[in-house]
């Protein structure tokens, strides 16, 4: 199995853009998918397929992806926002794989 | 809707074990992988094993391979892990998740539980 590596936090303030990163050497031809996870709630699912965005999660959440990185970008981010978030990918072995999280502050 | 509901968690000794559960509604369960993910406290995401729609493929993460066994009742639409010699380390809530590609491996966990807590202490 591989790694999925992200920075530990990020903070930024409202309206502003948050950039989260997402790098693996496996991640080169697999998906990436992405997780909000607000304290003491399930994780969310955000980010589909390196960019689709599931039905209710609003437009300011989108993907992208190339080569061996993912990011994940919130536009004109909101208090609300305020969460960790986590990238997820597969194994060549049907397994699936978590990244180490980005605490996102609102400031 | 779509309902994922774990049960079984608890307070164990080390090197003893528990069977978790978990109970599934609102979609067509036969047709998707299903994962066990957790979270011990204060930490990130870990996977721990996933089973193919139709149990031909079981996989597990390195941390708990040969000391735990996922399997599902399609008929009953539940899911199962039962955890044997298990270890301080295995403490976390434990969720039950739906992959959201049907007849497929490893894609997004779109619907999650709510989780059931472990804690394995002497």
């Known amino acids: 199995s591989y790694e999925l590596t992200q920075p530990p936090s990020v903070s930024v303030s409202p309206g502003q853009t948050a950039r989260i990163t997402c790098s693996g050497n496996g991640m080169s031809n697999q998906y990436a998918y992405w997780y909000q996870q607000k304290r003491g709630q399930a994780p969310v699912l955000v980010i589909y397929?390196?960019?689709q965005r599931p039905s209710g999660i609003p437009e300011r959440f989108s993907g992208s992806a190339s080569g061996t990185t993912a990011t994940l970008t919130i536009s004109g981010v909101q208090a609300e926002d305020e969460a960790d978030y986590y990238c997820q990918s597969a194994d060549s072995d049907a397994s699936s794989v978590f990244g180490t999280g980005t605490a996102v502050t609102v400031l | 809707e779509v309902q994922l509901v774990e049960s079984g968690g608890g307070l164990v000794q080390p090197g003893r074990s528990l069977r978790l559960s978990c109970a599934a509604s609102g979609f067509t369960f036969e047709h998707y992988t299903m994962n066990w993910v957790r979270q011990a406290p204060g930490k990130g995401l870990e996977w721990v094993s996933s089973v193919s729609w139709h149990s031909g493929r079981m996989v597990y993460a390195d941390s708990v391979k040969g000391r735990f066994t996922i399997s599902r009742d399609n008929a009953k639409k539940s899911l199962d892990l039962q955890m044997n010699s298990l270890r301080p380390e295995d403490t976390a809530l434990y969720y039950c998740a739906k992959d959201m590609t049907p007849v497929s491996y490893g894609s997004g966990k779109d619907h999650w539980g709510q989780g059931t807590l472990v804690t394995v202490s002497s």
């Open positions: 397929k390196d960019n």
